[in-house]
C-alpha cells in the first residue's frame, strides 16, 4: 500500500504573471513581472531579473522590449478553456495566485477595484463547479509597481499595512471558496529573485543587502498579520509557509564541504523557523551579527511572530544542490552534482532529493505539507499530427512521486502534490515559452504567437491514471 490517504489532493500550480496576461484589463496595475523582458540572446542559465540597479530598472520598464508576462497564455480570458481541460484530466486541486494588482492596481489605494474581485469570484465559483479546489497565493511575484517606485518594496515598513489590508479583502470575500493560502511564494528565494520577491532596486551604495534582511523581516511580519486576520475571519481557514527547496548535501566529505552544508542548510531552515517555530533562532541573529546586519525586531513584532505560526509548509521542489567550502572568499559555493543529469536549463535530475527534503522538513516541523511544485522545463516537440510525446517528463514525475510516497510511508503528512505547471506557461526566471511544464501544449511561442490550442501530450493521460489510482499506479 502506498498509504496515501483518501482526500489528499492531486493537481497542479499556475501564477497569475506567468498565466492570466491582460496586464491592463479591469484596471489593473502595472506590476514588477509586466517589466520583465524576453531577451532571446540570454544564457538558458541566467537569471536576468533578479537584483536590479536603477539602470536596468530603468531600461525595463521604458524599454522597447516583448513583455511575456503581460499576455501570459491569455488565462484571464479563457480560463473557462483552461478549467475544462484540467477537470478532463481529473485534476483535483489547482493551486493559483490572485494577482495583488487586480485588487489594488498601486498597492496603496483605500478602496479595492471591484472588477478585479469580481473576475476571481467567477474563476473560483468554476473551478468548484468543475470540482476543483483552489489553493492560493496572495503574493506570487506580482508586487505593484507603484509600491516599488514609491517605497522601495518590502523594505518600508508601511507595505506590511498595505499587503495586511490587500489580505483581508481576499480572504474575506473568498472564504467560502478557498480554504487553503499560501501567504507568500517562495520567501526564501530574496536572495535569488530578488526583485521579483521584495521589490527593491539596488542603488549600488553598499546598503542593498541590509534592506533586503528588513524587507523580508516585514514579509515575515506581514504573514503573521495575515494569519491572524484569517483567524478573525473564519478559523477554518489555513494559512501555509511556502519554501523553495535549497537545502544541499557536501560536495564530498572534505570536513569543509560538510560543514558548508551544515551552515548552508541552517540558513534555509531560519524561514520556515521563523514563521513555523514563531521566533528569529540564536544561529541568524548570530548571522547577522557576523555579517554587520542590523534589523529592527521591535516586541510588537516578536509577539505577533510567536501568537500567529502558520497551519503548514508548503514546499517547491525542482532540483537538488551541493555545497563546497573553500570558495576563496569564505562563502560557501553551490556547485554542480556531476553525478545528476541536466536539462538544457541546467537543473539536475534528483528524486531523492525530494524524499530526503521533505523528510527533513516533517521531522522537524511535525505540521501538514504539501507540495506546492514539482516539476522540470523540456523543449517540446510538437508533431505534425499534434501530439507532444513527452516519455522524460512521465518518468521525471514517476520518479518524483515515488519519492513522495517514501515520505509519506515514512510518517509525513503530505496533503497534496501540485506539479509545475500543468499547463505550458511563460518561464517565470526566463519569460519564455519554450521552457515548458506543461501536461498541457499551450500552442505559442517565445514572441507569442501562435493559434494558442490546448493539446494534450502524452503526460496528460499518464498524470490522469496517477490521479484515478490515488498514486497506486506507480508502485
Known amino acids: 500500500m502506498n498509504k496515501i490517504k483518501n482526500n489528499f489532493l492531486w493537481g497542479g500550480a499556475i501564477a497569475a504573471n506567468q498565466a492570466e496576461g491582460s496586464f491592463n484589463s479591469d484596471n489593473k496595475g502595472l506590476s514588477t513581472a509586466d517589466i520583465q523582458p524576453y531577451l532571446p540572446n540570454a544564457r538558458p542559465t541566467e537569471l536576468h531579473f533578479n537584483d536590479l540597479d536603477r539602470e536596468h530598472f530603468n531600461e525595463y520598464k521604458n524599454g522597447n522590449y516583448h513583455y511575456p508576462k503581460r499576455s501570459g497564455v491569455h488565462f484571464f480570458e479563457r480560463y473557462k478553456e483552461y478549467i475544462d481541460k484540467l477537470a478532463e484530466m481529473h485534476i483535483e486541486t489547482l493551486r493559483l495566485s490572485i494577482a495583488w494588482t487586480r485588487i489594488f492596481p498601486n498597492g496603496d489605494e483605500e478602496e479595492p477595484n471591484e472588477k478585479g474581485l ?8 468554476y473551478m468548484k463547479e468543475k470540482g476543483i479546489e483552489p489553493i492560493v497565493t496572495i503574493s506570487h511575484y506580482e508586487m505593484p509597481l507603484h509600491l516599488v517606485e514609491k517605497y522601495n518594496g518590502w523594505s518600508e515598513r ?14 474575506r470575500r473568498y472564504q467560502k471558496l478557498v480554504k487553503y493560502w499560501i501567504v507568500m511564494n517562495q520567501i526564501n528565494l530574496f536572495d535569488r529573485e530578488g526583485f521579483a520577491s521584495l521589490g527593491i532596486i539596488d542603488e549600488k551604495d553598499g546598503k542593498y543587502q541590509r534592506q533586503q534582511y528588513i524587507a523580508l523581516h516585514n514579509q515575515f511580519v506581514a504573514s503573521a498579520k495575515v494569519k491572524k486576520i484569517a ?4 478559523p477554518k481557514l489555513k494559512i501555509g509557509v511556502m519554501l523553495a527547496d535549497n537545502l544541499t548535501v557536501p560536495y564530498s566529505c572534505d570536513p ?7 551552515e548552508y542548510n541552517r540558513m534555509q531552515y531560519f524561514f520556515s523557523d521563523v514563521l513555523l517555530r514563531g521566533y528569529y533562532p540564536q544561529y541568524a541573529l548570530n548571522y547577522f551579527k557576523d555579517n554587520g546586519i542590523s534589523i529592527d525586531i521591535t516586541d510588537g513584532d516578536k509577539e505577533i511572530l510567536k501568537e500567529n505560526t502558520a497551519d503548514f509548509l508548503a514546499v517547491s521542489y525542482y532540483w537538488s544542490h551541493t555545497v563546497k567550502g573553500d570558495s576563496g572568499d569564505g562563502k560557501p559555493v553551490i556547485v554542480d552534482n556531476p553525478s545528476l543529469k541536466k536539462n538544457d536549463w541546467g537543473w539536475s535530475i534528483n528524486a531523492n532529493g525530494l524524499y530526503i527534503c521533505m523528510s527533513n522538513y516533517w521531522d522537524r516541523y511535525r505540521v501538514p505539507m504539501m507540495i506546492a511544485e514539482n516539476g522540470l522545463g523540456f523543449n ?6 499534434q501530439k507532444v510525446h513527452d516519455d522524460y517528463r512521465i518518468d521525471y514525475h514517476k520518479q518524483h512521486i515515488e519519492a513522495m510516497i517514501r515520505a509519506i510511508k515514512d510518517g509525513a503528512d503530505i496533503f497534496a502534490y501540485c506539479s509545475w505547471a500543468p499547463f505550458d506557461i511563460v518561464s517565470a526566471g526566463t519569460a519564455e515559452m519554450k521552457k515548458r ?14 493559434n494558442g490550442a490546448l493539446i494534450p501530450k502524452d503526460s496528460f493521460y499518464w498524470y490522469r491514471d496517477v490521479i484515478d489510482s490515488n498514486g497506486s499506479m506507480i508502485n
Not at 118 to 125: C, R, V
Not at 158 to 171: D, G, H, N, Q
Not at 231 to 234: A, D, T, V, Y
Not at 437 to 450: A, K, S, T
Open 231 to 234: 483567524k478573525g475571519i473564519n
Open 380 to 385: 517540446d516537440e510538437l508533431t505534425v499530427d
Open 118 to 125: 469580481i473576475y476571481y469570484d467567477h474563476l473560483f465559483e
Open 158 to 171: 508601511k507595505t506590511i499595512t498595505f499587503f495586511a489590508k490587500y489580505s483581508e479583502i481576499v480572504l
Open 256 to 262: 569543509k564541504d560538510v560543514n558548508a552544508s551544515f
Open 437 to 450: 511544464y506543461g501536461f498541457i501544449y499551450v500552442n505559442y511561442d517565445d514572441e507569442g504567437n501562435g
